[in-house]
């Protein structure tokens, strides 16, 4: 079975060394969380599987490392200052904060009171001060998506790479949303990283391409361990879309508290090349933090037959790390019943996404012979760049292998006396 609950999973991840929730000697923070000594190899390791299915297996994808500190005009031009907001509304009873399009009948999540304020925009963006001025006069976000980073480097990677339609540029690294109500372990935070791709087309076969990195993300997820009946797409209605969507798809995965997205695969059109190529005059810019600054820059790629320059429409596959840490967690999570009311747990994660690949388990603990033995082979096993070998000195061969089934290490090797240095 996979995890019924999400206590399952959160009390494995902790007691396991996956993930601890951040600061949690001094009561925690509410939507951060630490990954442990084995939830960094999960998740690097599911990084790497991302990027390697984007940029060395497609000539046509280069891969970026852009700043996390954004310059507000990028954010004013992207639309995310005006528009990048969840309804917020206030409990007059209790004071509670909430979103109010998750509320269950127009109940107060905390107390049940129907006296609730109306609903407020409150904009999810973290600000942040930039230099040693602390008057508002020079602040910078933190980005809430990579993606903008990725069309303001456009001109930049099409002058230094030579590209020309199709083609993307990809990016993995941390966003940050001051979400309302962060909730469900680390499916809502306020920090979480990201695997974008801004996969850019001739206008016109947007929507072919659209379908086809659907099916492309489909592929690779069931490639993680998500099977495809723990799927389903949700084609995003135009009233829900985001304000740079001509058309979504959510892939939406069935997380132990309910089928929600895993993914999002959007049709952002030519939305943010055109808004990083305006005038900055077209735009109500408030003057303080914008000043002299504006995108001379024209986003658009020539085609080389035509000479014609076309500002390309962008198809974005959208998927959050840890929402895949999460979801592949909780496919691989089985308890296997041993009978004789004993049971056990067992990771059965892809080797690939493996935290550690095999542990070499000698009979004896401190026996210098098999130890040595062990550790030769260990130091072998390393230099083969598989990943996390570990050497497990404790002596207790059935405590090892429980341990190694919990955090789905792939394979053990024990070292009996029967075991020869090769
Ligand atoms: N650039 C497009 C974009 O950011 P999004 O649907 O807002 O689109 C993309 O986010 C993905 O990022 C989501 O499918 C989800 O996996 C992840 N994500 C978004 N907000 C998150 C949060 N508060 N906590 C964890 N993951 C989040």
New binding site residues.
């Given amino acids: 079975m996979t995890a019924k609950n999400m206590d399952h999973l959160v009390s494995l991840c902790k007691r396991r060394g996956f993930i601890f929730q951040s600061g949690e000697i001094y009561g925690g923070m509410q939507g951060m969380y630490d990954y442990g000594p084995l939830g960094v190899e999960l998740k690097n390791n599911l990084k790497h599987s991302w990027w390697k299915s984007m940029i060395y297996e497609n000539d046509n994808i280069e891969g970026l490392d852009a700043s996390i500190l954004s310059n507000p005009i990028v954010l004013k031009y992207s639309g995310h200052e005006d528009t990048f907001s969840d309804p917020m509304v206030d409990c007059r009873s209790c004071n509670a904060r909430s979103r109010d399009d998750q509320l269950d009948g127009g109940k107060c999540p905390e107390c049940g009171s129907s006296d609730l304020t109306e609903p407020r925009p409150f904009n999810l963006m973290f600000k942040t001060n930039v230099g040693p001025i602390d008057d508002g006069s020079s602040f910078a976000y933190l980005r809430p998506?990579t993606?903008q980073q990725i069309f303001t480097n456009f001109k930049n990677v099409v002058d230094s790479s030579s590209k020309s339609l199709p083609f993307g540029i990809a990016q993995i690294g941390k966003?940050f949303?001051n979400?309302i109500t962060p909730r469900n372990f680390i499916?809502?935070?306020?920090e979480?990283e990201?695997m974008?791709l801004e996969f850019f087309v001739e206008p016109g076969s947007d929507e072919e391409w659209h379908k086809k990195w659907v099916q492309k993300r489909l592929d690779w997820w069931e490639e993680q361990g998500i099977p495809a009946d723990s799927i389903e797409l949700y084609n995003v209605p135009d009233e829900e879309l985001?304000h740079y969507s001509k058309g979504t798809v959510d892939i939406m995965y069935k997380f132990p508290h309910g089928l929600e997205?895993?993914?999002?695969v959007?049709n952002r059109t030519d939305f943010d090349l055109g808004s990083h190529t305006k005038n900055q005059d077209e735009l109500n810019i408030s003057a303080n933090v914008m000043k002299n600054k504006s995108s001379n820059t024209r986003l658009a790629i020539q085609n080389i037959e035509t000479k014609e320059w076309v500002v390309p429409y962008v198809i974005?596959p959208?998927?959050?790390v840890?929402?895949g840490v999460l979801a592949i967690m909780n496919e691989a999570y089985n308890v296997e019943d041993l009978g004789e009311g004993k049971e056990r747990t067992v990771l059965k994660l892809k080797p690939h996404l493996s935290p550690v690949k095999a542990a070499v388990i000698p009979l004896k603990k401190n026996n210098e012979e098999l130890v040595k033995i062990a550790s030769d082979l260990k130091s072998k096993l390393q230099k083969l760049n598989l990943g996390r070998i570990i050497l497990e000195n404790t002596g207790n061969i059935g405590k090892g292998y429980r341990r190694h089934d919990e955090i789905g290490t792939p394979l053990c090797i024990t070292i009996d006396f029967d075991s020869h240095r090769g």
Avoid: W
């Avoid at 997205?261 to 999002?264: D, K, M, Q, S």
């Fill in positions: 998506e993606a966003a949303r979400e499916f809502r935070v306020r979480f990201q974008e985001a997205e895993l993914e999002g959007a974005e959208s998927a959050g840890d929402r």
